[in-house]
């Protein structure tokens, strides 16, 4: 049945109807027609149309020259037209469009299933790089085949539509940060938007990972988070202590935990934590290829809302040249991670060390310059968050005043947010609390 929709669109081509030409030459290229001969054809169809050129029999019989041989003669082309419509609807002919295109797609799958089967069985790649391919081939696949209008007049009714599903709405669309003041301030962690944070070492960053999990999975929206640093346990210690109250240090020193705490995490807080929607991925040495993969698989078919990955200085990045510097490297997968998520109902939060200082004998306040590595961390990202809490020059520690920066903000204005660190939970706090 497809050679028939190739041979009616061919058909529709030649019948010098201006509209089903731009129509159809904006739709499909060469390569989405099944046969040799009527990719041919149709190439010549485009150049013609290109050229602004009339498109008809003579006109393509003459274009093709030498290959008229080969698509089956002038007859061929001529019996194109024979029981077309002069006139066929616009409806009919996307209809027809997307009929070939489906055709091709399952053609491509085919394709790349012979060569996964033929690569899997001599060995010349591995498990990870096969499925890294395949993802990969797959989602060009995918945008290849996606029609879009770019027509202004398109782009403000998407734009406006989505204005007015969202005035509907009594809160913001954005994922919660697990703190109401910045959740204020910044609207939360906005889909299809990335989100980068930055900290020195030791003063809370992955606290305010686990924080931002932790209330996306209470939401109900499932979570993907990719720890290069933390090991599962830490996180899954400081999600148990923040599900209940419990006193971090009852987690991490079980010892010291009394009766009630241990009944609350035992019994309480493990249960509620088995049944979200969160996978932690762990394993040391994880390639930016691998996390992408990963990832995809997890918003594709886990519903994925939130990435986090903990951090990116962390993460194994193949160079592109063989002396690529760390800096590109960082500052591509940077990007790739924003790309992962544009356009989707998913936000990635991604964390950074930063390079702040001494100076003067006290800890220098963090600036959205100081990521270590790449400054394209800051130009992916919609949202930029400092965590930075005072450090007590006697006593040799931080303190728990803190105070969270957003020099950045997509969806507003740049502020500061008054934080405090709770010494027994371990975790941020509003400063109002």
Same mark, same amino acid.
Not at 181 to 197: I, K, R, W, Y
């Given at each position: 049945m497809t050679d028939g929709y190739e041979l009616t669109i061919l058909g529709a081509c030649l019948l010098e109807v201006e509209a089903t030409l731009d129509l159809i030459c904006s739709s499909l290229r060469p390569e989405h027609f099944r046969l040799d001969s009527h990719q041919r054809i149709f190439r010549r169809i485009q150049s013609l149309q290109e050229a602004e050129k009339p498109v008809n029999i003579v006109t393509v019989t003459q274009a093709l020259g030498r290959e008229l041989d080969c698509v089956g003669g002038a007859a061929y082309v001529t019996d194109l037209t024979s029981g077309v419509p002069r006139s066929m609807g616009e409806k009919q002919l996307h209809h027809y469009a997307d009929e070939v295109k489906e055709s091709w797609r399952l053609r491509q799958i085919g394709i790349l299933g012979e060569e996964m089967s033929h690569g899997a069985s001599d060995g010349a790649a591995t498990a990870s790089e096969l499925t890294q391919l395949a993802a990969k081939r797959l989602e060009r696949i995918t945008v290849d085949s996606a029609e879009e209008d770019a027509s202004i007049?398109?782009?403000?009714?998407?734009?406006?539509?989505?204005?007015?599903?969202?005035?509907?709405?009594?809160?913001?669309?954005?994922?919660?940060?697990g703190l109401a003041?910045?959740?204020?301030?910044?609207?939360?962690?906005?889909?299809?938007?990335?989100?980068?944070?930055g900290a020195g070492s030791g003063v809370g960053k992955t606290t305010f990972m686990c924080q931002c999990i932790l209330a996306t999975l209470q939401a109900g929206a499932p979570v993907d988070a990719f720890l290069l640093e933390p090991t599962k346990d830490q996180v899954i210690w400081r999600l148990l202590s923040l599900i209940e109250g419990v006193p971090y240090s009852?987690?991490?020193?079980?010892?010291?935990?009394?009766?009630?705490?241990?009944?609350?995490?035992?019994?309480?807080?493990?249960?509620?934590?088995?049944?979200?929607?969160l996978r932690l991925h762990d394993r040391s040495g994880m390639s930016l290829d691998e996390v992408l993969a990963l990832a995809r698989l997890g918003i594709h078919h886990y519903g994925t809302r939130l990435v986090c990955l903990d951090y990116i200085q962390r993460l194994k990045i193949h160079g592109a040249e063989r002396d690529e510097p760390v800096r590109l490297r960082v500052g591509r997968a940077s990007t790739a991670?924003?790309?992962l998520v544009k356009g989707t109902q998913t936000h990635s939060l991604v964390l950074?060390?930063?390079? @702040?200082? $001494? #100076?003067?004998?006290?800890?220098?306040?963090?600036?959205?310059?100081?990521?270590r590595e790449s400054s394209q961390i800051e130009n992916d990202a919609a949202t930029i968050i400092l965590l930075h809490r005072n450090f007590d020059e006697?006593?040799?520690h931080f303190t728990n005043e803190g105070v969270a920066f957003v020099p950045k903000m997509r969806f507003g204005t740049p502020c500061n947010v008054q934080?405090?660190?709770?010494?027994?939970?371990?975790?941020? @706090?509003? $400063? #109002?609390?």
């Open positions: 007049q398109a782009s403000i009714v998407g734009s406006m539509d989505r204005f007015y599903q969202q005035h509907a709405m009594k809160r913001s669309p954005g994922l919660s940060f003041s910045l959740d204020e301030a910044t609207g939360g962690m906005m889909p299809g938007f990335q989100t980068a944070v009852s987690v991490t020193r079980p010892w010291t935990c009394d009766a009630s705490n241990t009944d609350k995490l035992t019994k309480r807080a493990t249960s509620r934590l088995a049944e979200m929607p991670l924003a790309d950074s060390q930063v390079t @702040t200082g $001494r #100076k003067n004998g006290a800890t220098s306040l963090p600036t959205m310059f100081d990521f006697k006593q040799g934080l405090r660190f709770d010494p027994i939970l371990a975790a941020w @706090t509003d $400063r #109002k609390q």
